[in-house]
């Protein structure tokens, strides 16, 4: 029996990059067969366990993704999955360090500004 089920990827920039490695890190753990489609621009589903074939979907944010997960696994895996799309594959977090480490840098005095031509 396949598992399916369909998720709205809210994190910044979609599954591009950090995003994209944290999801096939975790598809890859499990032993199902385990596809993603981008049912915002109505792509074919791909295997989830491979980095080239998520980054080709083009998910942005915003975008709804389809997860067709087939096997002894598929409950674990399509509970781990849809968390980690819920929760921002992680770039949440970086978001927010990213913006504390501008608010520190642009208050340091003894910081250069860049130079620009």
């Known amino acids: 029996m396949t598992t399916s089920l369909e998720i709205q990827v809210h994190n910044p920039s979609g599954l591009h990059a950090r995003p994209a490695a944290a999801f096939v890190r975790a598809a890859c753990t499990f032993q199902s067969d385990i596809r993603v489609a981008n049912m915002t621009t109505g792509s074919d589903p791909v295997t989830a366990k491979s980095i080239i074939g998520v980054l080709g979907l083009g998910v ?41 480490e501008a608010d ?6 003894g910081r250069e500004p860049p130079i620009t031509s």
């Open 60 to 100: 942005q944010r915003g975008h709804r993704i389809r997860l067709f997960v087939d096997g002894a696994d598929e409950g674990p895996a399509a509970d781990t999955l849809r968390a980690l799309v819920e929760a921002g594959l992680g770039e949440d977090d970086l978001v927010d360090a990213d913006l504390v």
């Open 104 to 109: 520190r840098v642009e208050g340091d005095p």
